[in-house]
């Protein structure tokens, strides 16, 4: 072969490495009560990053489903097919237990284990997270229905992908999807128009067009429709009790963005049967504990896209020479670099925070639960608009070699708006900042309390909350009150995330965050540090370790 043809200067393929590899996640499950899980963390981070998932995430993502709505004899079927590679996705999540097994565990720390897996699997592919992430978040609005609850709990928590069109009291294992929105309102969900008549058996028939629901061959969906009392959640089974198919049909698939290996689609209810879940006319006040699990998954998912692209980033500038020297020595690189790796590291610190507020909430904890409530509502804000900023700039570490779909680089470029955008964009998360604080008791009275715990620790952090408790009064003027919305989001985030790094990080990642996050001493882009931050702990805590060494 001629010379020219030789390869040189590239980095060699990234695989056999473990997604779980984390100081800041490890940290967490030892810190927070779920040391237990750590073995099976590693399981799951090691998994995600062998070669063969890579592979399957691959696959997946390059052959998106597709819906099929009639057989060739012209039936109506609406069945979307999946690539091979999804299932194989599919069943090793939920084997795992990333779906809704942690609300059959006992064991203490079971959410945090649960968001510790979700976090190293979903670094490998995304997509099939949507439904996982559903399932998790379904236990807890099904319980506001007892009975339903005790049919379908068992089945929404086994560790079986029992993948196929059967009635779901038959099957081994469950998958389940919401179905919300609709075209005329989006977010505004008390907009919906679906009608839900009621039945003399004490089901409902829901008539209506659903504008977006993910995942449309999960086996029950929990969705709100419009009862004689109002806006009301139901449990909505894609294949009734006898067998035969339920009223509900597809009507095309999204053709998105992103997150292309998961389907999402418009369906209509035509006279589909459905059972209530709640109380009348209380739906969204049910479903929104749902809301409130998947924001949970919001966070965590863009906090292991960050952790991605940083390991692709910082895997390529280790093998690849510029300008007589590696980029990973280059002063200007390693700025870019220990920027991210600060970033990423206060996400994943503070997705894990609130995994493990869930954790001591659910044990009565009531001062966990308000700071959960309005921390999530918070990070939703902040994490992920911080998420589709990171991912370009890890994406331009890899310059060209970046921007092409090979390096998986694009993939994780484009799934990085969904998670801001997924159970309302930033102006809804911003707007739930307002609401948490005005409507739960103590929300605030918990954050403040959380981060003054590293009170007097850095100096520049009592700053930002002094500056933060300056700005809650102005708050009393509604109308003000919306203008500030995202800024009070954003700060608090940061404080809430300084506080955490400078209890529990590594100095260096600490102070970075600090000088850069509260204090100021930052530009407007990835790579404007201080000068002088001590880049070298930053990336050594960072850098991906190979297992095959």
């Not at 490495?17 to 590693?42: I, N």
């Not at 001591?360 to 902040?382: F, M, S, T």
């Not at 850069?516 to 201080?530: C, I, K, V, Y």
Request: proline share 5%; glycine share 8%.
């Amino acid at each position: 072969m001629s010379a020219t043809h030789e390869v040189l200067n590239q980095a060699p393929p990234l695989s056999g490495f473990s997604t779980a590899d984390d100081p800041a996640l490890l940290e967490a499950l030892r810190r927070d009560g779920a040391e237990w899980a750590e073995p099976q963390v590693r399981e799951v981070g090691a998994r995600a990053g062998s070669a063969e998932v890579q592979d399957w995430a691959r696959m997946a993502e390059e052959h998106p489903p597709v819906l099929h709505t009639h057989d060739r004899y012209g039936h109506r079927i609406d069945e979307v097919e999946y690539h091979p590679a999804y299932h194989r996705l599919m069943t090793a999540a939920v084997e795992s237990g990333q779906h809704a097994a942690a609300w059959a565990e006992t064991r203490p720390g079971r959410h945090l284990a649960r968001a510790a897996k979700f976090y190293a699997f979903a670094q490998a592919e995304p997509g099939h997270g949507c439904p996982v992430s559903m399932t998790y978040a379904s236990v807890p609005a099904l319980r506001a229905e007892p009975e339903l609850a005790a049919a379908y709990e068992p089945l929404l928590t086994a560790r079986t992908y029992d993948f196929g069109l059967r009635a779901p009291l038959t099957k081994r294992g469950l998958i389940a999807g919401m179905s919300m929105t609709e075209k005329q309102g989006g977010s505004d969900v008390r907009a919906n128009t679906t009608e839900a008549v009621p039945a003399a058996d004490g089901t409902y028939l829901l008539t209506g067009h659903k504008w977006f629901t993910s995942a449309p061959m999960s086996d029950v969906f929990l969705t709100l429709a419009q009862a004689p009392e109002g806006v009301t959640c139901f449990l909505v089974p894609r294949v009734l009790p006898d067998g035969t198919r339920n009223a509900l049909y597809l009507q095309r698939l999204k053709n998105k963005l992103g997150n292309r290996s998961n389907a999402s689609s418009e369906i209509e209810y035509d006279r589909a049967v459905a059972w209530r879940v709640g109380e009348p006319g209380r739906g969204v006040r049910t479903i929104v504990e749902m809301v409130n699990v998947t924001r949970l998954d919001c966070v965590i998912g863009s906090a292991a896209g960050m952790r991605a692209g940083l390991r692709q980033a910082l895997h390529h500038c280790e093998h690849r020479r510029a300008f007589g020297a590696e980029l990973i020595d280059q002063p200007l690189m390693r700025s870019v670099l220990a920027d991210l790796a600060v970033e990423s590291e206060a996400a994943t610190t503070l997705s894990m925070r609130l995994a493990a507020a869930l954790d001591r909430a659910e044990a009565g904890d009531v001062g966990e639960a308000a700071l959960r409530r309005l921390g999530l509502a918070a990070g939703k804000y902040w994490v992920c608009k911080r998420g589709a900023t990171h991912a370009a700039e890890a994406l331009e570490c890899l310059g060209g070699n970046g921007y092409v779909e090979d390096s998986g680089m694009p993939r994780l470029y484009r799934e990085a708006p969904l998670q801001s955008i997924w159970e309302g964009s930033g102006n809804v998360a911003a707007l739930d900042v307002l609401r948490a604080l005005g409507r739960e008791t103590g929300a605030l009275d918990a954050f403040l309390a959380e981060v003054d715990t590293a009170a007097g620790a850095d100096a520049r952090l009592d700053a930002a909350v002094a500056r933060l408790r300056a700005l809650l009064p102005q708050l009393a003027d509604p109308q003000r009150a919306q203008l500030l919305a995202r800024r009070l989001a954003e700060q608090m985030t940061l404080v809430l995330q300084g506080s955490l790094l400078v209890r529990y990080s590594h100095p260096a990642v600490a102070d970075a965050f600090c000088a850069s996050r509260l204090d100021g001493d930052w530009g407007h882009a990835f790579g404007t540090l201080p000068p002088g931050t001590d880049t070298g702990p930053i990336l050594d805590r960072a850098r991906p370790k190979d297992l095959r060494a």
